[in-house]
Antibody, heavy 118, light 106 residues
């Protein structure tokens, strides 16, 4: 059974660095990609970036300077790190599986809620 | 960047109705268009991928169509369990989501 589960701190201060983990099961990170998507409070979904099966990454240009996605295949985990947090980064962060370049986001985690506030 | 305009934003329908939701891309997306269902408090669920391919396990009352810039999700006979928010995703160039359609029962 394919599962993805996001975890991380729920409350962050402005200017801090967010670290989220996506732990997957039921599939291998060496043959599937994982993307991160966020939903700002009350707004639509926005793709943030993807790490592909081969380890390469693509980022949304709007957050590229602040974002890093990496993985530990032995632990079936994908990591998101985003620095210089601002209140507008508040929202729910999802990870989703990509089975291939043209077969994307077929399975999602439940999401991790992040609030950025002083 | 490709923009996706989804309509309507809100839809109220009766059980048994045929329901359609539309997404219009700002340029040709070559049928690389997925549809998702999200119920309150749940993870998004992929219904349709690449315009008209039904995800395994999804009821056949859901279907997708379209080409070029215009795409449609159709629910042939609305069921109570279909109450949810639906959104589209283009993955022809980058990834852009529609703003969502909230579907409720009349």
């Amino acid at each position: 059974q394919v599962q993805l589960e996001e975890s991380g701190p729920g409350l962050m201060q402005p200017s801090e660095t967010l670290s989220l983990t996506c732990t997957v099961s039921g599939f291998s990170l060496t043959s599937n990609g994982v993307g991160w998507v966020r939903q700002p409070l009350g707004k639509g979904l926005v793709w943030m970036g993807t790490i592909w099966a081969g380890g390469s990454t693509n980022y949304n240009s709007a957050v590229q300077s602040r974002l890093s996605i990496s993985r530990d295949t032995s632990k079936s985990q994908v990591f998101l790190k985003m620095n210089s947090l601002q209140p507008e980064d508040t929202g729910t962060y999802y990870c989703a599986r990509h089975r291939g370049y043209r077969n994307v986001m077929d399975a999602w985690g439940q999401g991790a809620s992040v609030t950025v506030s002083s | 960047d490709i923009q996706m305009t989804q309509s309507p934003s809100f839809l109220s329908a009766t059980v048994g109705d045929r329901v359609t939701i539309n997404c219009k891309a700002s340029q040709n997306i070559n049928k690389y268009l997925n549809w998702y269902q999200q119920k309150l408090g749940e993870a998004p669920k992929r219904l349709i991928y690449n315009t008209n391919s039904l995800q395994t396990g999804i009821p056949s009352r859901f279907s997708g169509s379209g080409s070029g810039t215009d795409y449609t999700l159709t629910i042939s006979s609305l069921q109570p369990e279909d109450v949810a928010t639906y959104f589209c995703l283009q993955h022809n160039s980058g990834y852009t989501f529609g703003a969502g359609t909230k579907l409720e029962l009349k």
